[in-house]
């Protein structure tokens, strides 16, 4: 079983970048498809961007094209997210989730990760 602890966040401007880490222990890290995702107040835990346990795919929803990089370092156990040109509507709380996978994809729907962070809070002020 594996557990995610989520750092990086904080209070940034409108246009600043922030990282995101999620470190993962008590599993074999490179047999885990990875995401984030994001929950702001009242609204559901959506997704933001996945990746396959390889790195070698990867997804992102609309709204953070272009902004928006996840990437992981399977020596360190660690999957990123650089997120910059920050707006308002990107505040909100960022949960990093994991799933076990044999076939070198990502998943992009909540219901199918098993294991989630406790988040961290990402608020960008204008």
């Known amino acids: 079983q594996v557990q995610l602890v989520e750092s990086g966040g904080g209070l940034v401007q409108v246009g600043g970048s922030l990282r995101l880490s999620c470190a993962a222990s008590?599993?074999?890290?490179?047999?885990?498809?990875m995401g984030w995702f994001r929950q702001a107040p009242g609204k559901e835990r959506e997704i933001v961007a996945a990746?396959?346990?390889?790195?070698?795919?990867?997804y992102y929803v609309d709204s953070v094209k272009g902004r928006f990089t996840i990437s992981r370092d399977n020596g360190k156990n660690t999957v990123y997210l650089q997120t910059n040109d920050l707006k308002p509507e990107d505040t909100a709380t960022y949960y990093c989730?994991?799933?076990?996978?044999?076939?070198?994809?990502?998943?992009?729907?909540?219901?199918?990760?098993?294991?989630w962070g406790q988040g961290t809070q990402v608020t960008v002020s204008s």
């Open positions: 989730a994991a799933r076990i996978d044999y076939s070198d994809i990502y998943y992009y729907i909540k219901a199918q990760y098993n294991y």
């Open positions: 008590g599993g074999t890290f490179g047999t885990y498809a």
């Open positions: 990746i396959s346990r390889s790195g070698s795919r990867t």
